[in-house]
Nanobody, 121 residues
Framework: VQLQASGGGLVQPGGSLRLSCEVSGFSLDTYAVGWFRQAPGKQREGVACENYGDATTGYATSVKGRFAMSRDKSKNTVYLQMNSLKREDTAVYYC???????????????WGQGTQVTVSS
């Protein structure tokens, strides 16, 4: 079981990035996938999540309307499209998967390595 996050980088405020989370070892059909981030000196926070078993989705208030998750079943890959990026979106972003009701639970058992997103001019 492996999650591989990628797609981070340096982007100017107002710009866009798309993060990818490639999953191997299991199908996501009955799992929730979450995107989390951790900025220096801050606690990790949930950004967005989607449960492909019960069709639950969720977005943090700070990213609602700017970020969107999507999934390519054929590639077993989940994406996080990030638009209108702000300096405060700077963080290491992680994807995780787990089985739970909804998608904001604590049962994220599998984690990918982080990918750095830096929003700066």
């Amino acid at each position: 079981v492996q999650l591989q996050a990628s797609g981070g980088g340096l982007v100017q405020p107002g710009g866009s990035l798309r993060l990818s989370c490639e999953v191997s070892g299991f199908s996501l059909d009955t799992y929730a996938v979450g995107w989390f981030r951790q900025a220096p000196g801050k606690q990790r926070e949930g950004v967005a999540c989607e449960n492909y078993g019960d069709a639950t989705t969720g977005y943090a208030t700070s990213v609602k309307g700017r970020f969107a998750m999507s999934r390519d079943k054929s590639k077993n890959t989940v994406y996080l499209q990030m638009n209108s990026l702000k300096r405060e979106d700077t963080a290491v972003y992680y994807c995780a998967a787990g089985r739970m009701f909804g998608c904001w639970g604590a049962e994220y058992d599998y984690w990918g390595q982080g990918t750095q997103v830096t929003v700066s001019s």
